[in-house]
């Protein structure tokens, strides 16, 4: 008996002498190869260099979205140098939200296109108003309201379908109450150009508003002194091609259409990058 353990513990010393060495090669394997080869590790070359004389862009999305609505278009423009800035934006009403990306605008390095979609059109159009930071503004299928005009006013104007598909939403105990796109509507009028399935998972992920969004009035608005870009998107179903094409002649913007949903951006963000890309020349 005494034997036999003597016999095991040998052979069981045996093999965990045998593991240790081959971990103590492993690793030394691992600690060369990480040293020795360069092409492993990730290296400046991989991340896109930003252009300086490019204007940088700020992107800021609307209502029943949020920044990663922007992830196409953002992933183009930073592979042609340009300096990215993606808002979140709070939803909280006109007022608010412009004055939370004026913070942001006057933060940025140097001259600054502002793009909106949507209700960020209405945010932008505010919020560069007067600022040096601002170097022009770009509306994809967006809101480009004038003084005193209000969302929810130009909504009704231009037979939009807000009033129709939104429905409250749960603010736990807030006073203030919210609207999002009911979940069976959203895919037919926000998204019919993106799978069922991606325009299921984009409605899931809607980001409510605040119903002071569509009543509070605009300000002076920045297209009146700077140079303006249009997208139109001709399919949209949440602001009517027509509405958008009146908004852009008055704000005297260069316009280009495209066939694409109200998501735009999502479907056909190279639309997108090309107007963005227009207006970056323009302005240099």
């Given at each position: 008996?005494?034997?036999?353990?003597?016999?095991?513990?040998?052979?069981?010393?045996g093999r965990t002498m045998m593991l240790m060495s081959a971990l103590t090669l492993t690793l030394a394997a691992a600690a060369c190869?990480?040293?020795?080869?360069?092409?492993?590790?990730?290296?400046?070359?991989?991340?896109?260099?930003?252009?300086?004389?490019?204007?940088?862009?700020?992107?800021?999305?609307?209502?029943?979205?949020?920044?990663?609505?922007?992830?196409?278009?953002?992933?183009?423009?930073?592979?042609?140098?340009?300096?990215?800035?993606?808002?979140?934006?709070?939803?909280?009403?006109?007022?608010?939200?412009?004055?939370?990306?004026?913070?942001?605008?006057?933060?940025?390095?140097?001259?600054?296109?502002?793009?909106?979609?949507?209700?960020?059109?209405?945010?932008?159009?505010?919020?560069?108003?007067?600022?040096?930071?601002?170097?022009?503004?770009?509306?994809?299928?967006?809101?480009?309201?004038?003084?005193?005009?209000?969302?929810?006013?130009?909504?009704?104007?231009?037979?939009?379908?807000?009033?129709?598909?939104?429905?409250?939403?749960?603010?736990?105990?807030?006073?203030?109450?919210?609207?999002?796109?009911?979940?069976?509507?959203?895919?037919?009028?926000?998204?019919?150009?993106?799978?069922?399935?991606?325009?299921?998972?984009?409605?899931?992920?809607?980001?409510?508003?605040?119903?002071?969004?569509?009543?509070?009035?605009?300000?002076?608005?920045?297209?009146?002194?700077?140079?303006?870009?249009?997208?139109?998107?001709?399919?949209?179903?949440?602001?009517?091609?027509?509405?958008?094409?009146?908004?852009?002649?008055?704000a005297n913007a260069t316009v280009t259409e495209h066939a694409g949903s109200h998501a735009i951006a999502v479907s056909h963000p190279?639309?997108?990058?090309?107007?963005?890309?227009?207006?970056?020349?323009?302005?240099?």
């Amino acid at each position: 008996m005494s034997t036999m353990r003597k016999s095991f513990g040998l052979r069981r010393s045996g093999r965990t002498m045998m593991l240790m060495s081959a971990l103590t090669l492993t690793l030394a394997a691992a600690a060369c190869s990480s040293s020795g080869d360069k092409s492993a590790a990730p290296t400046s070359a991989t991340v896109p260099a930003v252009d300086p004389n490019k204007p940088g862009v700020l992107l800021v999305h609307g209502a029943f979205a949020d920044g990663s609505s922007w992830g196409g278009v953002a992933e183009q423009l930073q592979a042609k140098g340009f300096r990215v800035t993606t808002a979140a934006v709070p939803l909280r009403g006109l007022e608010y939200d412009s004055a939370y990306i004026r913070g942001i605008l006057d933060e940025m390095p140097g001259k600054t296109l502002l793009v909106g979609h949507s209700y960020g059109g209405a945010v932008i159009t505010n919020a560069a108003a007067g600022s040096p930071k601002a170097a022009g503004l770009v509306y994809v299928t967006a809101f480009a309201p004038d003084k005193g005009e209000s969302l929810g006013e130009l909504d009704g104007r231009f037979g939009g379908p807000a009033t129709k598909i939104t429905v409250p939403h749960p603010v736990g105990g807030s006073p203030v109450p919210e609207l999002r796109v009911a979940d069976d509507k959203f895919p037919e009028y926000f998204a019919q150009d993106l799978s069922p399935a991606k325009a299921a998972v984009f409605a899931a992920g809607q980001r409510p508003i605040s119903v002071a969004a569509f009543t509070e009035q605009t300000g002076e608005p920045a297209w009146k002194t700077l140079p303006s870009w249009y997208l139109v998107a001709t399919d949209d179903r949440m602001i009517p091609p027509a509405g958008q094409r009146e908004m852009a002649r008055r704000a005297n913007a260069t316009v280009t259409e495209h066939a694409g949903s109200h998501a735009i951006a999502v479907s056909h963000p190279d639309a997108v990058v090309a107007v963005i890309d227009q207006a970056a020349g323009a302005v240099h």
